[in-house]
């Protein structure tokens, strides 16, 4: 059972627009991390949520915890070549040392 | 300010083969964390250590896989009798044991199976 349901899994956009990615789930998470990875790397970590409700932004990406931390988002403003590559939430499952992946978002952006 | 590092990036052996994969995590951190990732799909939880505990496993992880962190710093993976489908990338990760846990990842270990 996959607890970190990520849509959409495919995206291809061209410079210059907008987007968001979205990570669900049934479950509640104390936190909730997004990495983005490129081909043939390890994840590199974005960001790292903790509060309901809580925004953050880094440069032209804006990520935001659901109020009952269930759910995020990631949206990308004006996005360039430079951000194509594997979009990952990732969390704690409740009452386990395992730390899960969503299913991945492959965001590709075009010249 | 040193990563997590893993050794070797890139491995390519004969079915039935063993192979070791080696992993330094950042100094500080005393959980670490082995996933397995194959092309197009999120990276699989394999095993997590908290210091030199292994305290979790996944089913994933057949009896031809071993994992160790002897002392509680570096960890290895070993996998014996490798088959085709074992051709992933071998991820390390290491975290602190304290909120929010975010973990950070090595550069991964290729291994390829022929």
């Known amino acids: 059972t996959q607890l970190l349901e990520q849509s959409p899994q495919f995206l291809s956009i061209q410079e210059g627009e907008n987007l968001t990615v979205y990570c669900n789930s049934s479950?509640?998470?104390?936190?909730l991390q997004w990495y983005r990875q490129e081909p043939g790397e390890g994840p590199v970590l974005l960001v790292t949520?903790?509060?309901?409700?809580e925004v953050k932004k880094l440069k032209r990406l804006t990520f935001q915890f659901g109020d009952a931390r269930k759910d995020s988002s990631l949206h990308i403003t004006a996005a360039q070549p430079g951000d194509t590559g594997l979009y990952l939430c990732?969390?704690?499952?409740?009452?386990?040392?395992?730390?899960?992946f969503g299913t991945g978002t492959r965001l590709k952006v075009l010249a | 300010d040193t990563g997590v590092s893993q050794d070797p990036r890139h491995k390519i052996t004969k079915r039935g083969q063993n192979v070791t994969f080696r992993c330094d995590p950042i100094s500080e951190h005393n959980r670490l964390y082995w996933y397995r990732q194959t092309l197009g799909q999120g990276p699989e939880f394999l095993t997590y250590?908290?210091?030199?505990?292994?305290?979790?496993k996944s089913r994933l992880l057949s009896d031809r896989f071993s994992a160790e962190r002897p002392k509680g710093s570096f960890s290895t993976l070993e996998i014996q009798r490798t088959e085709q489908g074992d051709s992933a990338m071998y991820l390390c990760?290491?975290?602190?044991?304290?909120?929010?846990?975010?973990?950070?990842f090595g550069e991964g270990s290729w291994l390829t199976v022929v």
């Open positions: 250590f908290q210091n030199e505990a292994q305290l979790e």
């Open positions: 479950s509640v998470f104390s936190s």
């Open positions: 990732a969390a704690t499952v409740s009452g386990t040392y395992k730390y899960i």
């Open positions: 990760a290491s975290s602190l044991a304290q909120k929010p846990y975010t973990i950070y």
């Open positions: 949520v903790v509060t309901g409700g």
